[in-house]
């Protein structure tokens, strides 16, 4: 994402309540600039500012007991999700002491290896159909406190698996050898697998495409979360384009 990522904070989806801007989409309020692949993460001041914000926003300034296990979620695909939570998951890792694993659990297309520059291999879909500690399928990353468990490899029961007792059990797993668990989800106006996974974690983090998510979409989503009881902590505007220059932007 490139100058394009915002934290809505007056954005309240679980009230249904969503600025809209032109063309129906969501209204924006500002935040930050790209990363690239490769075994750490590259993120401009603007883009870690703000990415810390949502850190702070989500898992530091939440009271006695904040979200400890948060899904990241897409409205539609190509919103650039798995970006947002790789960039939380790093940003979050070098704030604190605790560990912080990353979880691609979009076995439908699985992006998170290729941002960190690992392998796929060895990950969440074979943990679910092997023993042994799930620590065991997890990748360690360049941060002694950050760790990515992968998609892992596919097969025709992939899609399956995330509805089974397996997961549930998984997810259990994670949030007793982790202090902090991102889940990256698949796009939820696409497939049921966010709402289950949803209702595993603490919240969800919700991803909007400037421009592109409609308010109708996102209103329709949010209800269908509210129905499953997934709690909604948050919602990201992502893809935001300035109407301004970036070098008069950066004296704002």
């Not at 249904?16 to 490769?38: D, R, T, W």
Request: glycine fraction near 8%; charge should be neutral; proline fraction near 6%.
């Amino acid at each position: 994402m490139s100058k394009n990522f915002e934290l809505l904070q007056r954005t309240d989806l679980n009230g249904g309540q969503i600025p809209v801007g032109q063309n129906g989409s969501p209204a924006p309020f500002p935040l930050g600039n790209g990363a690239s692949h490769g075994a750490r993460l590259n993120l401009d001041d603007v883009t870690q500012e703000e990415t810390l914000r949502l850190v702070q926003s989500i898992f530091l300034a939440a009271g006695p007991t904040p979200p400890r296990v948060v899904m990241f979620a897409a409205i539609d695909s190509g919103s650039g999700c798995s970006e947002v939570c790789a960039q939380t998951a790093e940003v979050l890792a070098s704030n604190v002491a605790g560990s912080v694993c990353l979880v691609d659990a979009n076995l439908r297309a699985p992006s998170l290896p290729e941002f960190f520059g690992v392998s796929n291999h060895h990950g969440l879909a074979d943990s679910l159909r092997a023993t042994g500690s799930i620590r065991e399928f997890a990748k360690k990353l360049r941060a002694p406190n950050l760790f990515l468990l992968s998609c892992g490899s596919l097969a025709a029961d992939s899609t399956t698996l995330i509805n089974s007792e397996l997961m549930k059990a998984r997810v259990a797993e994670l949030r007793k050898e982790f202090d902090y668990v991102l889940i990256d989800s698949p796009p939820l106006n696409i497939y049921s697998d966010g709402i289950v996974l949803g209702q595993l974690s603490d919240g969800v983090v919700v991803v909007l495409e400037a421009n592109s998510t409609r308010r109708e979409a996102a209103l329709r989503v949010a209800e269908g979360l509210r129905a499953k009881r997934v709690r909604v902590l948050g919602a990201v505007l992502n893809k935001r384009t300035f109407p301004i220059p970036d070098s008069l932007y950066h004296r704002l």
